[in-house]
Structures are given as C-alpha cells and as structure tokens.
C-alpha cells in the first residue's frame, strides 16, 4: 500500500498578516469558545463524503495543549451554492447571532464557477459584510477560493475575483488566509490537479487529501497568528 501523501502546508504562503486578538482574549479568559465558518459548499461540505473543513478544524483547535480546558466550537454555517450576496442577506442571523471570537468567511468559488455572478455585485457584498463585522468583538480571516479543475478552466476570472478579494481584505486590514495561492503550489510543486478534487463530474469540490491539508495549513496559520498576537495583561 502506498505511503499517504505528505501535507505541504507553505507557512510562507498563508501566514496572516495580521493578529487575532479577539480570539487570542477569549481563549484566554473563557471556557467555551465559538468559531464560526461561514460561506458555500466547500464550508457546509457535500454528499460525497468527504468530511469538510470546519469539524476538522474543530478537532485539531480542541486536541492543541494549549487550549486545554477550553471547549471550542466551530459552528458550520456554510450554504452550498451561494456566493457573498447571497450570505450577506443571512450573516446577521448565522454569524452575528452567535456571537463568534472568529470568523472564517470563505468566498469566491461560486463567483467563479458561476457565470451569473458579476465582480461589482460580488465586491460590493463581500464589503458590506465585512463593514458589519468590523464593529463587532470578533477576528475575521476570509478564505479565497479553492483551486480545481472548474476554478481552474476560468483563470481570467479566477485571477480577477482573486485580486478583487485580496484587495478588499488589505483595505479592510482583515487576514486572508490564500487558498487558492496554496493550492496552485501543490500543481507547481508536481501534485497532479485531477488529484485535487473528490472525482465528481464538475470537478469542483476538493478531495479527501487536498481538504485535510487545506485544514491543516489553515489550523497553523490560526496557530501562527495567535502566537503573534498581544493580550492585556487584565
């Protein structure tokens, strides 16, 4: 039987620039912590059994020796096929509802995948979003598109939702965790893009091996972040 797939997680690629204080604050002073992932498919996960990102990160924050005794949560609010406009209508009632200390807001698949969407609408969603959690005691950290064979037959629109999604993130000093950079270094690094995906017809979704390590790279990016990030001392 061959040997599993190393995870190459290239720390150099998805660091986030910024902190997390808010989470940091609360893993510091509460027992029960809550994360909420918030996007399409690739966050709600699919019928092809391929367990998506948010219960795996759950379990990789609960079993970190450093959090123990906390009880983390990572609530799934993924809807699959939407796209920022669409979560823009329900992120009062599925994110700021609960009352998160971070928010994984994962976005632009469907943006892609999606002809009918257009980059204005998109942008000016994906914006609104962010300008009601920005007043909010919680982190953001947006994560852009996976890289597939779909995503991958439309690089001109790809690379322009992609830059769009960067550059809103930078101007609202929000961290982006790059997905889609991560996953095209696996394809530069020798990882055939077929491999990437679960083997469906549309060839969208990722698989089993490329979603743990898009996990993991996420989960040590979060990590990172933490490790950088100054709490008061009171």
């Given at each position: 039987m061959p040997e599993p797939r190393p995870c190459q997680t290239h720390p150099e690629i998805v660091k986030l620039e910024h902190g997390l204080p808010r989470f940091a604050a609360a893993l510091k002073r509460q027992r029960k912590i809550k994360v909420v992932a918030f996007g399409s498919s690739s966050t709600a996960g699919t019928r092809d059994g391929v367990q998506p990102?948010?219960?795996?990160?759950?379990?990789?924050?609960?079993?970190?020796?450093?959090?123990?005794?906390?009880?983390?949560?990572?609530?799934?609010?993924?809807?699959g096929g939407q796209e920022a406009p669409e979560e823009f209508s329900r992120i009062e009632a599925d994110v700021v509802a609960e009352a998160p200390a971070l928010v994984i807001w994962q976005v632009g698949t469907n943006a892609i995948f999606k002809d009918s969407y257009n980059i204005a609408e998109v942008q000016a969603t994906f914006e609104a979003g962010l300008d009601v959690l920005a007043v909010l005691p919680l982190d953001v950290v947006v994560m852009d598109s996976q890289f597939t064979q779909a995503i991958a037959n439309k690089?001109?629109?790809?690379?322009?939702?992609?830059?769009?999604?960067?550059?809103?993130?930078?101007?609202?000093?929000?961290?982006?965790?790059?997905?889609?950079?991560?996953?095209?270094?696996?394809?530069?690094?020798?990882?055939?893009?077929?491999?990437?995906?679960?083997?469906?017809?549309?060839?969208?979704?990722?698989?089993?091996?490329?979603?743990?390590?898009?996990?993991?790279?996420?989960?040590?990016?979060?990590?990172?972040?933490?490790?950088?990030?100054?709490?008061p001392t009171t």
């Open positions: 990102y948010p219960p795996r990160l759950e379990t990789l924050l609960r079993r970190q020796d450093q959090f123990f005794g906390r009880l983390i949560d990572v609530v799934n609010r993924g809807v690089p001109k629109r790809a690379d322009d939702f992609m830059s769009m999604i960067a550059q809103v993130s930078a101007g609202r000093n929000v961290n982006l965790f790059r997905r889609f950079a991560l996953m095209k270094r696996w394809v530069a690094d020798g990882i055939p893009l077929p491999e990437l995906d679960d083997g469906k017809e549309n060839n969208l979704h990722t698989g089993e091996w490329a979603t743990g390590c898009i996990t993991q790279a996420l989960f040590e990016a979060i990590i990172d972040a933490l490790a950088r990030t100054s709490t």
